[in-house]
């Protein structure tokens, strides 16, 4: 079975990779991720994001990395795209908030409204540390309750808190919003923790996570499980309709794991660039599929924002 046709509607996420370093190195990340990456957005390319945010009228500035944080420009993009009012995510993984001069950085981010989507994998202590490294949950269960503090994830606030599990082996997630309820009972029991939507995402078959279970001959089961269960009333919602995802160097592609596997988007134009300067009409441009696209329509469905079905 071939991953179906799929086409574009209207573009309203812009999703940028500000860089690969980050100050953790996951075993299921797919950007292969680590603190020794050093490839980072230039200031050419990070002044045109404004610009392309006006010109199509995006809704959301989705960032992501790497650790995003951990790009020296960060703030300052930040700042330019607030004035814009719309709507800007930061993916973080909690932790790089704890490292040196980064402590003040929540409050930056509470400042200029940006919503944040925060990995936690689990809410047991060993789990998460399996996953992502020593004392990972620990500096975690930290950094939530520095972000509750500050109004993040509280009904009353505008300060959004988004946490995003992913399953620690080969297996598809479960309900969105079964577990969505597990977590909020054991954060708000065990540590005083409040959280706004629990996003719930299936570990795609590529780069690190790939090299993972290919070292444990479990690569083709976990691929072939994938296909099984396409469930195909996720096309319509996949996140690749309405986002395009654009690389540290500027590049375009249709989406994130296209990204990283070198998937160039059929779309032209093809670079930041390009973008600001021509005007794109992206409804019914056809997207680049293949086998790892079976990862966001199986069972119930991932995209960036968590389950397709709910």
Not at 36 to 57: A, F, H, Q, V
Request: charged share 25%; net charge positive; glycine share 6%.
């Amino acid at each position: 079975m071939d991953f179906p046709e799929i086409y574009r509607e209207s573009l309203t996420t812009l999703q940028v990779n500000l860089g690969y370093k980050c100050n953790q190195a996951c075993i299921h990340c797919h950007v292969d991720a680590s603190p020794i990456r050093t490839e980072m957005m230039d200031k050419s390319n990070l002044k045109l994001i404004p610009k392309i945010i006006k010109r199509y009228g995006i809704k959301t500035l989705d960032l992501t990395g790497g650790a995003p944080e951990m790009h020296p420009l960060f703030t300052d993009l930040i700042a330019k795209v607030s004035k814009l009012k719309v709507n800007i995510i930061d993916r973080c993984n909690l932790t790089i908030l704890t490292e040196p001069g980064y402590e003040n950085l929540a409050h930056y981010l509470a400042k200029h409204k940006v919503n944040i989507i925060a990995s936690l994998p689990c809410y047991e202590e060993k789990n998460v540390d399996s996953q992502r490294g020593k004392d990972v949950f620990k500096k975690s269960i930290r950094v939530l309750k520095q972000l509750n503090a500050l109004g993040y994830g509280k009904n009353s606030s505008q300060l959004k808190l988004d946490l995003v599990y992913n399953p620690i082996g080969p297996n598809l997630p479960p309900s969105q919003s079964i577990l969505e309820k597990e977590y909020k009972h054991e954060l708000i029991s065990r540590f005083n923790i409040q959280f706004n939507n629990l996003l719930v995402l299936a570990n795609m078959p590529i780069n690190r996570f790939s090299n993972y279970l290919e070292s444990k001959n479990e690569l083709v089961e976990y691929k072939s499980l994938l296909k099984k269960n396409h469930n195909s009333s996720n096309l319509k919602s996949v996140m690749c309709r309405n986002t395009i995802s654009v690389d540290w160097q500027g590049n375009i592609f249709d989406c994130d794991f296209n990204q990283q596997l070198g998937m160039k988007s059929i779309l032209f134009p093809k670079t930041l660039k390009d973008l600001a300067e021509d005007k794109v009409i992206f409804e019914g441009l056809k997207i680049c599929v293949d086998e790892h696209c079976f990862g966001c329509t199986a069972g119930n469905g991932s995209s960036c924002g968590g389950a397709i079905t709910k």
